[in-house]
T-cell receptor, first 109, second 118 residues
């Protein structure tokens, strides 16, 4: 079955709007991370967040490990935020990183 | 810090030829490197995990004779696509891990290599 599930699959925002991206993960996945893949394909680490809340500028993330979900908040979105946001986790007991299908974000000017 | 480079960034080749992609950690030593493949509008799929000085561990369904991985030093891993065919066309991404804990440590990603096989 699906171990890392993201929603929504696609999102279009007007510049300045806020959004929340969700990641559900199964019991066999831990050590959540969020990545941003820009339109040129480069992946950037956003957060390593196995639990709790972290903030970095306009972005913040919260993981509730006991309920197997993580949220990525984007505030005051900018056109440069466009791209694909992936959450990924590690297989419990293994050494494999499993990526979700991603949320494709487009921010309109 | 923690910069990973890939070369080439883009390659077009004829069917039947072999293509080598290099992944380098520029400012740190990477005990473990990972190779992913990404088809258009899809997620990243792990192909193999390579540790310096030992044989790579391939994921199920990835042909080890087709995708040769060499991790000769702590800063360099190579992926060779042998006898490439059009279905091998994809975006190949490597990542490198800082610590000895493997993927439990943060992975830093290269910019990717877009392979097109004609």
């Amino acid at each position: 079955g699906i171990q890392v599930e993201q929603s929504p699959p696609d999102l279009i925002l007007q510049e300045g709007a806020n959004s929340t991206l969700r990641c559900n993960f199964s019991d066999s996945v831990n050590n959540l991370q969020w990545f941003h893949q820009n339109p040129w394909g480069q992946l950037i680490n956003l957060f390593y967040i196995p639990s709790g809340t972290k903030q970095n500028g306009r972005l913040s993330a919260t993981t509730v490990a006991t309920e197997r979900y993580s949220l990525l908040y984007i505030s005051s979105s900018q056109t440069t935020d466009s791209g694909v946001y992936f959450c990924a986790g590690q297989n419990t007991g293994g050494f494999k990183t499993i990526f979700g299908a991603g949320t494709r974000l487009f921010v309109k000017a | 810090g923690a910069v990973v480079s890939q070369h080439p960034s883009r390659v077009i080749c004829k069917s039947g030829t072999s293509v080598k992609i290099e992944c380098r950690s520029l400012d740190f030593q990477a005990t473990t490197m990972f190779w992913y493949r990404q088809f258009p509008k899809q997620s990243l799929m792990l192909m193999a995990t390579s540790n310096e000085g030992s044989k790579a561990t391939y994921e199920q369904g990835v042909e080890k004779d087709k995708f040769l991985i060499n991790h000769a030093s702590l800063t360099l891993s190579t992926l060779t696509v042998t006898s490439a065919h059009p279905e091998d066309s994809s975006f190949y991404i490597c990542s490198a891990s800082l610590g000895l804990a493997g993927p439990r440590d943060t992975q830093y990603f290269g910019p990717g290599t877009r392979l097109t096989v004609l």
